[in-house]
């Protein structure tokens, strides 16, 4: 770890603390009953005050949606006993990613989900080293996840990260994709195993809460929200409910829809299993190096 410039790797460090912090919370808070809005501003909140920024929006995923669920503005959904709820946390300092998460369940059968997904994701974290060929993270997760009699998604994959880029060109993918593509030192990895008693594939669900900046065209509405998000989001994804609560929240709601409309905005839509069976994810950012540099674990 020479090489990489110290400033920059201090920042992935400061982010993976606050991430780490922030996860402490949402683990704290998470008991039956709690809306999951109140959990997602309060992590969110947590990542601000400890000085850093949001790199998405807490994602907070039931059952068989495996990613990009975020609460709604007056979302009212809670999380309960007999769910499996993902926690996904994105926090950045300067640009500098730390994304994290892990699956929560009072459930006892979802034991077996998370647990296969933990071990996945440490066995995998032993092979970020400079050199291997990222197929064989994908055939690790495999061999854990259906050693526990369960499926790795396939079609879910871990990415390189970049600054103020959450996906920098590198898949790390849940099974042996056959890429041959070598890590190196220095390199920024999100690992992140997911596993299903379902099919092992995530379809497209319904449209999501999470937006990203597209296609800046001349528009009359919305003007103000385009300034704000090109500003303060940069490339980054950023929450319908963020800008409903900046802005009026019904003006704001129509001209987001329309901004969507023209492409000026990509909307994500929430990613669920295809047979509809529960999910579990672990996910951790390291950096690559002979002793892999887990930013966010302590
Ligand atoms: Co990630």
Do not use: C
Not at 170 to 197: G, Q, R, V, W
Not at 234 to 262: G, H, Q, T, V, Y
Request: net charge neutral; hydrophobic share 40%.
């Amino acid at each position: 770890m020479e090489k990489m410039d110290k400033d920059i790797l201090d920042k992935y460090k400061k982010a993976g603390k606050i991430a780490i912090e922030a996860r402490e919370l949402a683990r704290k808070k998470l008991k039956p009953g709690i809306k999951l809005l109140d959990l997602a501003d309060e992590i969110e909140n947590k990542i601000i005050q400890l000085g850093g920024k949001i790199a998405f929006p807490v994602n907070l995923s039931l059952n068989e949606e495996a990613a990009h669920s975020v609460p709604s503005w007056r979302d009212t959904r809670t999380y309960e006993d007999g769910n499996i709820i993902k926690v996904d946390i994105g926090v950045h300092v300067d640009g500098y990613i730390a994304d994290t998460a892990f699956s929560v369940s009072t459930n006892k059968e979802d034991q077996k989900l998370i647990q296969a997904t933990e071990e996945a994701l440490k066995e995998m974290i032993k092979l970020a080293t400079p050199g291997t060929q990222i197929r064989e993270l994908g055939k690790k997760a495999y061999e854990v996840i259906t050693s526990y009699n369960l499926k790795p998604i396939v079609n879910l994959t871990g990415h390189s990260l970049g600054k103020y880029d959450l996906h920098a060109g590198i898949s790390i993918p849940n099974y042996d994709n056959n890429d041959k593509i070598e890590l190196k030192e220095e390199m920024a990895i999100a690992i992140e195993p997911f596993a299903t008693d379902g099919s092992g594939f995530v379809i497209e669900g319904k449209e999501g809460e999470v937006l990203k900046i597209d296609n800046i065209i001349p528009v009359r509405n919305g003007r103000e929200i385009i300034k704000w998000v090109s500003i303060e989001r940069k490339e980054l994804p950023f929450a319908k409910r963020w800008i409903m609560n900046k802005f009026n929240p019904i003006r704001s709601k129509l001209a987001i829809d329309e901004l969507i409309r023209k492409g000026v905005f990509h909307q994500y839509k929430v990613l669920r299993e295809k047979a509809k069976g529960r999910v579990s994810q672990s996910e951790h950012t390291v950096i690559v190096a002979d002793k892999p540099i887990v930013t966010t674990q302590d």
